[in-house]
């Protein structure tokens, strides 16, 4: 198999039938839609300011240049060489990695559940914000309209508008509720969108429908810098604007905290109504609670610390529908600049599902798992299909707990292993020289001292390195979740609890699922070799016999 793949037998563009790209700017646009998602717009940020700030940017940047930059390389490289699909690609390499293929297979369908979910709060808000004003700037009556309802005054109208009225929330994930309908529909009309475009493939959306379609001689070392430094500075644009925004959330919660415990000290006291501003506050609560600290411990004060309010920046869909909302009601025009970013944010997180959605069916049709004749729209829709059956569990009202669960567990220990396994089989099975050797066929050039160096030792160091941390950290770590309970007595704070042991169980399925093919595979391939060979030996020993005779 080995000498069969040599750059003579590589097939011309369009010999094998499979669409192509129109230009290279087409290419390297829909690689950085791939590329750039959600993910750079909340989890960066949050990451960032979670551990350590501008000193994260270190750890990221070394990561970056010996770990993203030759991982994505060996990507686009091997998969431009191959031509092929994820599974045939590494039965190419070697038949015993075919679960490699197949586990990328597993994480790309969990991955595209969740993800598209987002998609849909986002598709929710978004046509919510055709409206003047906005329905998280204000808080509804109660039932009896002799007031507002209890939970908003206390939450806030934006998370109100996120936990009740969107998501209506359980206050458990035991607990999974009822489907919520509107999410239903709009997670429909999501799926429906998703199909539409795959389908057509490159002819729509610019995506490759195989990993990745590339001329033979494309120059992929220059875009695979090209795309992950592009990747990486829109992350750090986007910090920018982000951390403007948690800041001004920060300072706008201190102040409304510092405004309740001034209002209780003022009642308490029967004091003038001006008589303690923000900035006397500290020097007027001393002063009370030195003189009378029975009345001051008695009143509900809450601790008003401008840092511990910028340490709860929130991470995830947390930022996108409570921070931005919240600074979108202080913007003049506030409905257009909703319509603006909620649909920006759609039309980000929607290029990456093609991306997710492609690496779902692109195996489908290597594996031949439909007869030829079935047109790839019916194997995309069937596709589409199962994964909007498959998500309905993330429209319960225990959804936004389940979506989590398949955040932290589905994707994260996966990656990191299959990452490892396809450095270790590409350098180290494939073989270096042979790789090298492709690269210049393709580029003109063999790959310098960075790139061999990075990816014969560093690369996959660096890897097993983080591999070993996050499991070290799992194992001392109890997996939990905040829960959003009106009934707790820290609330509007979240209340965090240990998932349930059946939760956990399936934590730990989500873990290893995607990992059971690699030995499957192996071992499926074993009896197979074992069977020819026993086939082979009983046909030649028939053959002896009969020739004997």
Partial sequence: M????GPDLLVDEGADGRPQWDNKFQYLLSCLGFAVGLGNIWRFPY?????????????????????????FHIELAIGQRLRRGSIGVWTAISPYLGGVGLGCFTVSFLVSLYYNTVLVWVLWYFLNSFQQPLPWGTCPPNLNRTGLVEECQSSGTVSYFWYRQTLNITADIDHSGAVQWRLLLCQAASWAVVYLCVSRGIETTGKQPRWPVLVSRNNCRRDAVIIALVNSLTSLYASITIFAIMGFKATNDHGQCLDRNILSLINEFNLPELSI???NYPA????LNTTQPGRIAQLPLRACSLQDFLDQGTSGPGLAFIVFTEAVL???????????????????GLSSMFGN??????????????????????I???????????????????????????????ASLNLVIFAFLEVVG?????????????????????????WRVSWWVVSPLLLLGILLSYIVLLTHRSPSYKAWNPQYELFPSQEEKIYPHWVQAVCLLLSFLPLLWLPASALAQLLARRRRENTQLDTALKLQDSSGC
């Fill in 330 to 348: 202080h913007m003049p025009g506030a409905p257009v600049w909703a319509v603006l970013f909620f649909g920006m944010l759609f039309s980000l």
């Fill in 2 to 5: 080995a000498q069969a793949l």
């Fill in 426 to 450: 590409v350098v180290y099975v494939y073989g270096m020289k042979r790789f090298c050797a492709d690269i210049e066929w393709m580029t003109g050039r063999w790959p310098n001292l960075y």
């Fill in 47 to 71: 990451l960032c300011q979670t551990y350590g700030g501008g000193a994260f940017l270190i750890p990221y940047l070394v990561a970056l240049v010996f770990e993203g930059i030759p991982l």
């Fill in 380 to 410: 995309t829709g069937l596709a589409c299909l199962v994964c909007f059956l498959s998500a309905t569990c993330f429209t319960l009202q225990s959804g936004s707990y389940w979506l989590e669960v398949f955040d932290n567990f589905a």
């Fill in 284 to 287: 007027a609560l001393l002063h």
């Fill in 277 to 279: 501003s923000r900035d």
């Fill in 357 to 378: 959605m492609e690496s779902v069916i692109t195996p489908l049709l290597d594996m031949g798992i439909f007869p030829q004749w079935v047109p790839k729209e019916v």
